[in-house]
């Protein structure tokens, strides 16, 4: 079954800290890997997209890196600041023509940025 | 408008009452999906339609749940005799295509059944 798996399930830092999300999958055969930004009572956001051949990739202070051998990604927040404060959702993309019609999401990773 | 919209934003209604949610999918998208976001939950899948093909309905819940696509575009989502289990928010997203594409999400609709 394919999963994805995000960690820490919440994340507390001070403004101006960086902090790093993680997630891994088990989604195969694998077509790319989004993190989306979620705001408290609106819809995801795409930050980034990463594909097979991709080992990172910046969106600002946001920074992802993919390594697709250990099926693990990460988000990287430099420099953190208040409107940072939201839940961040890993999203597996399987491969096109593999059979799998749906993306798989992780549970996220609910960050506050305190002052 | 650009992105995709959802109706009504909030819905409180009564155990056993039916509930319609809507969903307004990007103009040209041919790939609908349907979510469900409970509190402290990551998203769940209900449904799935892409273009004509028939949907894949392996995420529904229980046969209270049902979804439409009328003309490829705008899709309903209906629970019928609604559940307390059944608050969450629902969100809708469309792509261009099935897999592979960046979906787009809807702001989502907010279900409190009492």
């Known amino acids: 079954k394919n999963q994805v798996e995000q960690s820490p399930q919440s994340l507390i830092i001070l403004e101006g800290k960086n902090c790093t999300l993680q997630?891994?999958?088990?989604?195969?055969?694998?077509?790319?890997l989004r993190w989306y930004k979620q705001d408290t009572g609106r819809g995801p956001v795409s930050l980034t997209i990463?594909?097979?051949?991709?080992n990172t990739k910046s969106n600002g202070r946001y920074t992802a890196t993919l390594d697709a051998d250990t099926k693990q990604s990460s988000l990287h927040i430099t420099a953190s600041q208040l409107s940072d404060s939201a839940s961040y959702i890993c999203?597996?993309?399987?491969?096109?023509?593999?059979?799998?019609?749906?993306?798989?999401f992780g549970k996220g990773t609910m960050l506050l940025v305190s002052p | 408008g650009a992105g995709v919209s959802q109706s009504p934003s909030n819905k409180v209604t009564e155990k056993g009452k039916d509930v319609e949610l809507r969903c307004d999918p990007i103009?040209?998208?041919?790939?609908l999906y349907w979510y469900r976001q409970s509190l402290g939950q990551g998203l769940e899948f209900l449904i799935y339609?892409?273009?004509?093909?028939?949907?894949?309905k392996s995420g529904l819940p229980s046969d209270r749940f049902s979804a439409e696509r009328t003309g490829g575009s705008v899709s309903t989502l209906t629970i019928q005799r609604t559940q307390q289990e059944d608050s969450a928010v629902y969100l809708c997203?469309?792509?261009?295509?099935?897999?592979?594409?960046?979906?787009?999400f809807g702001p989502g609709t907010r279900l409190t059944v009492l």
């Open positions: 997203a469309s792509s261009l295509e099935r897999t592979g594409d960046r979906p787009f």
């Open positions: 997630c891994n999958y088990t989604v195969s055969p694998f077509s790319n």
């Open positions: 990463m594909t097979f051949s991709e």
């Open positions: 999203v597996v993309s399987p491969e096109r023509g593999s059979g799998y019609s749906t993306l798989t």
């Open positions: 103009s040209g998208h041919t790939a």
């Open positions: 339609f892409q273009g004509n093909s028939a949907p894949d």
